[in-house]
């Protein structure tokens, strides 16, 4: 598996983007369900938000969030950076080594 940090970036005012943050987080739901994702969040100040992620590729990654409410409805940009966890807290070490 590869590793990910996701960042969203809004595109409109936040008030349009709180409309969709329910559907928007039971997208997300999948993805944890799925052990695609590990924590996600908005930033502070709410101008987007993080996620850390894994996939078996950044095309499968890309693909699982072109589907999300934010991507569908043209509310925000993703982006993806590709890291590799060689140090982590001992609790997420099954998430990180699980093949």
């Known amino acids: 598996m590869k590793h990910?940090?996701?960042e969203i970036n809004y595109l409109v005012p936040l008030e349009r983007i709180q409309s969709s943050v329910p559907a928007h987080r039971a997208?997300?739901?999948l993805g944890y369900e799925a052990g695609l994702l590990l924590?996600?969040?908005p930033k502070v100040p709410a101008t987007?938000?993080?996620m850390l992620a894994r996939a078996a590729s950044l095309e499968a990654l890309q693909a699982f969030f072109a589907e999300d409410p934010?991507?569908?409805e043209a509310l925000?940009?993703?982006r993806f950076s590709e890291f590799d966890p060689v140090?982590?807290?001992g609790f997420a070490e099954h998430w990180f080594s699980e093949r």
């Open 4 to 6: 990910f940090i996701v």
């Open 27 to 29: 997208y997300l739901q």
């Open 39 to 41: 924590c996600s969040g």
């Open 48 to 50: 987007g938000g993080f």
């Open 70 to 72: 934010f991507s569908t």
């Open 76 to 78: 925000a940009s993703f």
């Open 87 to 89: 140090k982590r807290q």
